[in-house]
Each structure stands twice: as C-alpha cells, then as structure tokens.
C-alpha cells in the first residue's frame, strides 16, 4: 500500500511538473509574440502565428524583411540629402508599424486555450481574444481581427507568392532610388517622385 501511494505521489508531482512547463510555454510564446508584435519586423512574428496564416507569413518574412531593409536606406539618403519627402511605399513595407499588445488573461475553454488581449494601434487598443494553439511542438498564437483582415488577400491561391514578388521589386526600386539619392544623381524631391514613377512602371509595380 505505502509503494503504490508513494508511486501515486510521484506520479501526480510529475503531472503537476508538466503542466507547470506548458503554462510556462505558453507564457513564454505569449511575450515573443507582444514583442514581435510591437517590434513592427513581419520576420520577427511569423515564427508565433498560428494556422495558414503564420504559413503564409513565413513565406513572407524575408521579402517583408529586405523591402524594410531598403526603405530604411532610401529615406536615410532622403534625409542626409535633405530632399523633404516622405517614402510613399512605407505602409506597405512595416504593415506592423506602432501597433500595441497587452495580455490580460489566459483562459481555457474545454480543449482550447484563449488569451483576452487588448490591441490596437499604440494608445487606441481595442480588446479581443485569441487562440493559442499549439503546431509542431510549439505554441503559437491566432491574429488580432485587424491583422487577419489585412492579410486574408494572401491566403488566397497563389497571391503569397504573388506579394513576395511585389516586395522583392519594391526592395529593388528602394535600393536604387537610395543610391541615385546617394551619389546625387537625384537630387530634388520631383526628380525623386518621378524616378519613382518611372522605375515603378518599368518594373510592373503599377500600371501606366
């Protein structure tokens, strides 16, 4: 009898033990997703999105990654040239730009696991409550409304390789544009704006 209490001990101090390192899990992918979040790097929060879209989302971390690379240079030449004007692709390439999470409270409901955060851009969030699922031996969690919404036209056929093309182009026409600022080949913010244009069109990234 002392044997088979003591095996019921050790096996409840186990089962407790292992519990403890899931919430200690999903604790954990809870603040790598707030930080990638509010990071604004689309690299940084693919690896914590679950269900197609973290799928999706991976397979555009790098081009979001290097469109963001070259924007920073572009507007850097902008502003050591002093030439006044804003990137206007810059949305496009920091689709996270100062947005805010806040955890309030992990729950679970039968066989799921929710988190009630609030989110939204820095200073207006709204509450809304997420999954967190585990795939592949790690806990990821679903998108914000917002986000989701903002993605659902990649999830669509082929439309993800589709925006990685676009990104790549885009980071090609920002990495010349820094350049021509650079070495002041451009030199006046109409110059810019129509180099732009024309290496836009040129590289099929807008209809004429």
């Known amino acids: 009898m002392r044997t088979l209490l003591l095996s019921l001990?050790?096996?409840?101090?186990?089962?407790?033990?292992?519990?403890?390192?899931?919430?200690?899990?999903?604790?954990?992918?809870l603040a790598a997703f707030k930080t990638a979040v509010e990071s604004g790097s689309v690299k940084d929060l693919a690896p914590h999105v679950a269900g197609k879209p973290g799928q999706v989302l991976r397979r555009l971390a790098e081009p979001y990654a290097k469109a963001r690379t070259a924007a920073e240079r572009f507007e850097t030449a902008l502003a050591e040239k002093n030439?006044?004007?804003?990137?206007?692709?810059?949305?496009?390439?920091?689709?996270?730009?100062?947005?805010?999470?806040?955890?309030?409270?992990?729950?679970?409901?039968?066989?799921?696991?929710?988190?009630?955060?609030?989110?939204?851009?820095?200073?207006?969030?709204?509450?809304?409550?997420?999954?967190?699922?585990?795939?592949e031996g790690a806990w990821r969690v679903t998108l914000p409304?917002?986000?989701?919404?903002?993605l659902e036209p990649a999830?669509?056929?082929?439309?993800?390789?589709?925006?990685?093309?676009?990104?790549?182009?885009?980071?090609?026409?920002?990495?010349?544009?820094?350049?021509?600022?650079?070495?002041?080949?451009?030199?006046?913010?109409?110059?810019?704006?129509?180099?732009l244009l024309l290496l836009s069109r040129e590289k099929n990234l807008i209809r004429p």
């Open 9 to 29: 001990s050790l096996g409840l101090v186990g089962l407790t033990a292992a519990s403890a390192a899931q919430d200690d899990a999903r604790a954990a992918a």
């Open 83 to 135: 030439i006044a004007l804003e990137n206007p692709f810059a949305a496009s390439v920091r689709p996270l730009a100062d947005l805010q999470v806040d955890v309030l409270e992990i729950t679970k409901d039968k066989d799921r696991h929710l988190v009630r955060v609030r989110f939204g851009p820095r200073g207006r969030t709204n509450e809304e409550v997420l999954g967190l699922v585990e795939e």
């Open 145 to 150: 409304a917002a986000l989701a919404k903002d």
């Open 155 to 195: 999830l669509r056929d082929n439309a993800a390789d589709q925006r990685a093309r676009q990104l790549e182009t885009l980071s090609e026409i920002l990495d010349q544009l820094a350049r021509d600022v650079s070495n002041a080949s451009l030199k006046t913010r109409d110059d810019v704006l129509l180099r």
